[in-house]
């Protein structure tokens, strides 16, 4: 057989070649840009060609790492596939990844649930901003956020959820906000990631001109809520992951609660040989109750 290059060295390139980013497959690979980029080089000096072009524009494949990805990409997926099935045959084990946000504030509070529901599942749960590789073997289930375009996969709706401005009483108070034009002069928090942004929200309200600054911007509903919970502005985030922030007073709805923006953005997902395991579907089952109940 011919002499292999490094795992690691491959993982890290088809990240890089898949996201076209350094920084996002640093993201993904839970290391350092500056590893991933040394990660690349040991595999170009192994090669003894270039793999990627390196502009201003960005990072683009050369014609030799084109060619290479389209081989590696599928070994890669074809590991990651055979991982699975073996996985299958692993009794009492479950890998479900989620957003932080999500996992932090609607996850983790239910889990003594499943623990009861199901004691025997031994659950690890991972938690990122990007979407699990289930190619690569990272996961049984994917709780995730955003429009349901994920082919091949099974997607299965969680809950309706309301988008609605939110502050802290003190906040809310304080600044006696009676008309949705009146955010247009009021601390924002914006959220980057969210589906529904605050020129959204603002359009069904009639107001057609859109904030031109925002006091915090976060890459996390966590942490713009964790904003709002210490009176630093209004956020616009969803009432159903800020249930418990709601039902112990850190935070309210600026505004009548029927004012929300209703959308469905959370689903499980997990390819379809996954559902034929007890544990899967066990924790499936578990989900859709528990989101029934919110």
Request: hydrophobic share 50%.
């Amino acid at each position: 057989m011919a002499r292999l290059p490094p795992l690691p060295t491959l993982i890290a390139f088809e990240a890089v070649a898949r996201r076209r980013s350094f920084a996002l497959a640093a993201a993904e690979l839970a290391l350092t840009p500056s590893a991933v980029s040394h990660q690349i080089a040991r595999l170009e000096d192994f090669l003894g060609v270039k793999l990627f072009e390196r502009s201003a524009q960005g990072v683009q494949l050369s014609a030799a790492g084109e060619g290479y990805l389209r081989r590696v990409g599928g070994a890669l997926g074809a590991i990651g596939a055979a991982t699975d099935d073996v996985r299958q045959g692993v009794r009492n084990s479950l890998y479900v990844h989620a957003s932080p946000s999500f996992a932090s504030l609607w996850l983790m509070p239910r889990l003594a649930s499943f623990a009861q529901e199901c004691p025997g599942i031994s659950l690890f749960l991972s938690a990122s901003p990007t979407h699990s590789d289930f190619a690569l073997g990272q996961a049984d289930i994917d709780i995730r956020y955003g429009v349901p375009h994920w082919p091949d996969l099974v997607v299965r709706p969680l809950f309706q959820e309301r988008i609605l401005p939110l502050a802290s009483p003190t906040f809310i108070a304080r600044h006696r906000l009676r008309q949705p034009e009146e955010l247009l002069h009021t601390p924002l928090i914006q959220s980057t990631v969210s589906l529904v942004q605050w020129s959204d929200w603002l359009a069904t309200r009639g107001v057609t001109q859109a904030p031109e600054r925002f006091a915090l911007r976060f890459d996390r509903a966590q942490l713009a809520m964790d904003a709002a919970v210490q009176g630093l502005g209004v956020a616009l985030e969803s009432a159903t992951i800020a249930a418990s922030h709601l039902a112990e007073g850190r935070l309210a709805p600026v505004f009548d609660p029927l004012w929300a923006v209703s959308l469905q953005a959370h689903f499980l997902v997990h390819p379809a040989r996954h559902g034929k395991r007890p544990e899967v579907e066990s924790f499936c089952g578990w989900m859709m109750g528990q989101a029934g109940a919110a």
